[in-house]
Structures are given as C-alpha cells and as structure tokens.
C-alpha cells in the first residue's frame, strides 16, 4: 500500500478525518495508503496546517548547527516522527543524519525506558521541574498504556468466547 497522495487528495484525506470522523484505518482503506502515512499528514496538518500537506521536491540544505539541533531535540526525548513532521524532513534523512553525527546516537529513541530508568532519571534531575513533570507525565502514560492494552486482551477474550458460544 503505498501510493502517493496528491495535494487535493491530501486535503481530502484531512477534511475526512476532521469533518467526517473518518478513523486512520478507515481514510487508510480509502486512499489506498499505509496508516503510518495518514497519521504522518495529520501530524504535519496539525503542526503546519494546509502548507504541511504540500510535498517538496527537494529538502533545503541543513547547515551543520541546524542538524545538530534537530539531533538534540531527538536525544532529549522528542520522537522520530514527530521531528519529521515538526522539520518536513523524511525518515531516511533524520536516520543518515543519525549517521553522520554518531556521537549524537547516545539516546536510542527506539529503546523503552523501564520503570526504574525513569526514577533514576527523576533523581537526577530533581532541580529540574519541567523535566520532572516530563518524566511523570511519561511514567503515567506508561502506566496508561499497560491498562489499555490490558483492556484491549479482555474484550478480545470476552469476543472469542461469545463468537464460541454462537457457533455451539
């Protein structure tokens, strides 16, 4: 699945979403496109609005300061993808940048952050209140998370059974 949208088709794709409560498999299905790529548009609509949706031919050249900055942000914490949606870049160039500035890989985005890390890292950074609110906020959604996904196993148990029961 992985078709090129044009810009009206983006548009579309956004009015859907937004005035129709189309769901991300739903727009997915209908334009023909993996559901990473609609939730890549949405995020860039949501950061950038109608000019997000525009694709570039070619990306401006990135001084060195500006790579290294973008790099920070991706140490500290802040996601792959939502740097590539904040910064219009793709995947592929933040991961050769990655590349070119190994030093800058000491944070692996990719790796979760257990339980214990993040109260090491509220003890390390105790005079710092917003990364501390950060961390809490990290350790609720964690927490969040695990509830859901723990939800999401029941009602496909409780699913299975009664799919069971009709057959019987």
């Known amino acids: 699945m992985s078709k090129v949208l044009s810009y009206e088709e983006k548009l579309e794709l956004i009015r859907l979403w937004k005035e129709e409560n189309y769901s991300i498999k739903m727009l997915s299905d209908h334009f023909g496109v993996a559901k990473s790529v609609v939730e890549r548009w949405q995020k860039r609509y949501l950061i950038h609005g109608e000019k997000g949706l525009i694709s570039?031919?070619?990306?401006?050249?990135?001084?060195?300061?500006?790579?290294?900055?973008?790099?920070?942000?991706?140490?500290?914490g802040v996601s792959k993808r939502r740097l590539t949606a904040k910064y219009l870049i793709s995947h592929?160039?933040?991961?050769?940048?990655?590349?070119?500035?190994?030093?800058?890989?000491?944070?692996?985005?990719?790796?979760?952050?257990?339980?214990?890390?993040?109260?090491?890292?509220?003890?390390?950074?105790?005079?710092?209140?917003?990364?501390?609110?950060?961390?809490?906020?990290?350790?609720?959604?964690?927490?969040?998370?695990?509830?859901?996904?723990?939800?999401?196993?029941l009602v496909q148990a409780r699913k299975e059974k009664e799919q069971k029961q009709s057959k019987n």
């Open 92 to 153: 592929s160039t933040l991961s050769r940048w990655m590349l070119e500035y190994p030093h800058m890989e000491k944070f692996d985005p990719t790796k979760a952050i257990m339980p214990d890390e993040i109260q090491s890292l509220k003890k390390q950074n105790k005079d710092n209140p917003a990364m501390i609110e950060l961390l809490e906020r990290l350790e609720y959604s964690e927490m969040e998370n695990a509830c859901l996904k723990k939800l999401a196993t």
């Open 56 to 76: 570039k031919q070619t990306n401006p050249p990135y001084t060195k300061e500006q790579k290294l900055r973008i790099l920070t942000e991706l140490k500290n």
